[in-house]
């Protein structure tokens, strides 16, 4: 049978929406994040991962989806979140008022073929919002599609140069001083009580901890875009406005002030690498309330410490300082591999909120390796059905260090330097890489 016959016959356009968000939910697509209350299935919320060598790299891009009754007969209606109060417009089809134009969403005349059809679903809205995020988003905005004299190459580059000063600075910056409750000079803004508030009234936001470690992933990329940007502009150089651009709204107005972005960033950093810190704390006060999360951890501790003993490498695992929130892994490099004789010691912190908020890993010892960031953070995907499982989140971490002939994947880079040496174009690139990756693990045994 057709499978637009299919959705069509579902009646219940609730049953239908909360389908389509657990599938991308269990996808391997690392660029789309969806999430909803459960109480409000036609109310979605969704991320969208600014794609790699664009100016929207490792940016995160939010929107709101209504799912209508008559879905999926018609489209639903998608705004666009991350405008800085409707201030910024981001590309020629998405304005600073939230509306995106595609004629898959009905908001824009299309060729034939291109209209919305019940076959069609979120998880294709999403990528054709993604497709606008592209190298070049001049060439979006009809009738500058095919301009290509010196004036219009010129304009094309500063509009990639500003939207990337504004992705770093609104889409990245400013959203994780948010989750973080950080002020720009770097100051702690007093928290919100919400213990006592419904469920309704406090803030749903779905994405806060994916970000967060996304944004310990991404840290090195982040830092050369601004390497790139300061080379390219002058500090406090005024946004050229665009030709499609409205003078007095529906724009990008703005200065360019890289130093402060890297300031910004940095304080980031920083309180980011000291959360695991306050967890621990944290997790001694749970130890001592015998919370389900800590009696949880405890529980999984001993059963993953056994599975180590019943396997056919001799790796360990121990809590630091009798801390069911904190882990200590000893990895032992597997015979016959680049890995073969190193000692890593792999630490994963808990937070009291596990499974909600996701463990951040970090190698201690020091390794040069395509899937390991210049501060040791791990770059790993658990199975997304077993992320409350822990030995889950430690065989993926196993995984991909030992992967071999691991296809590239630009939503994976954390280590710039070791993803161009890996995938280099000749030969002599990966020689260099196996190199570098060697001496790190004959280091890691001195």
């Known amino acids: ?23 991308i939910q269990k996808g391997s697509d690392l660029a789309i994040a969806v999430a909803c209350r459960d109480v409000d299935v036609r109310n979605v919320k969704a991320l969208i991962v600014g794609p790699h060598e664009t100016p929207y790299e490792f940016g995160f891009f939010e929107f709101a989806i209504r799912f209508n009754k008559e879905y999926p007969s018609k489209a639903p209606n998608v705004q666009c979140v991350t405008t800085n109060g409707g201030l910024c417009r981001f590309n020629p089809n998405i304005y600073a008022n939230g509306k995106i134009c595609l004629s898959i969403l009905g908001t824009w005349r299309g060729e034939r073929g291109e209209e919305w059809s019940s076959a069609q679903g979120l998880e294709s809205i999403l990528l054709s919002i993604q497709s606008l995020m592209s190298s070049n988003p001049y060439e979006n905005e009809p009738g500058f599609e095919d301009a290509n004299d010196d004036s219009d190459k010129r304009m094309q580059k500063v509009y990639v140069q500003k939207i990337r000063h504004e992705s770093l600075r609104i889409s990245v910056i400013q959203r994780l001083e948010g989750y973080l409750g950080l002020a720009p000079d770097g100051s702690r803004l007093k928290d919100v009580e919400t213990e006592e508030a419904d469920e309704t009234s406090v803030p749903f936001e779905p994405f806060k901890d994916l970000c967060k470690r996304r944004f310990l992933w991404y840290y090195s990329s982040y830092l050369a875009a601004i390497q790139t940007g300061k080379t390219e502009v002058k500090e406090q150089q005024a946004f050229t406005r665009m030709p499609f651009e409205s003078p007095s709204h529906n724009s990008m107005e703005g200065r360019f002030n890289y130093p402060e972005l890297e300031r910004r960033l940095n304080n980031i950093k920083a309180a980011l690498d000291g959360e695991p810190k306050v967890w621990a704390e944290e997790g001694l006060a749970a130890m001592a309330k015998e919370s389900t ?154």
């Open 293 to 446: 999360v800590c009696v949880n951890l405890q529980h999984q501790f001993e059963q993953v410490s056994e599975a180590f003993k019943r396997g056919d490498m001799p790796h360990d695992v121990a809590l630091d300082k009798g801390n069911p929130f904190c882990w200590i892994i000893t990895y032992f490099g597997r015979p016959m591999t680049n890995l073969d004789g190193g000692l890593l010691r792999i630490r994963m912190n808990f937070s009291p909120r596990f499974p909600d908020e996701q463990p951040r890993v970090r190698f201690e010892t020091k390794i040069f390796h395509h899937h390991v960031a210049e501060d040791g953070t791990a770059c790993y995907t658990p199975n997304p059905l077993k992320k409350e499982d822990i030995k889950s989140h430690i065989e993926a971490i196993i995984s991909v260090l030992e992967e071999e002939d691991p296809a590239y994947d630009p939503r994976k880079i954390v280590n710039p330097e070791g993803t161009r040496l890996y995938w280099g174009k000749n030969a002599d690139s990966k020689k260099m890489y196996n190199r570098r990756l060697r001496r790190s693990v004959q280091q890691s045994m001195e």
């Open 1 to 23: 049978m057709d499978q637009s016959i299919i959705r069509i016959s579902k009646a219940d356009t609730h049953i239908l929406a909360l389908q389509e968000l657990s599938d």
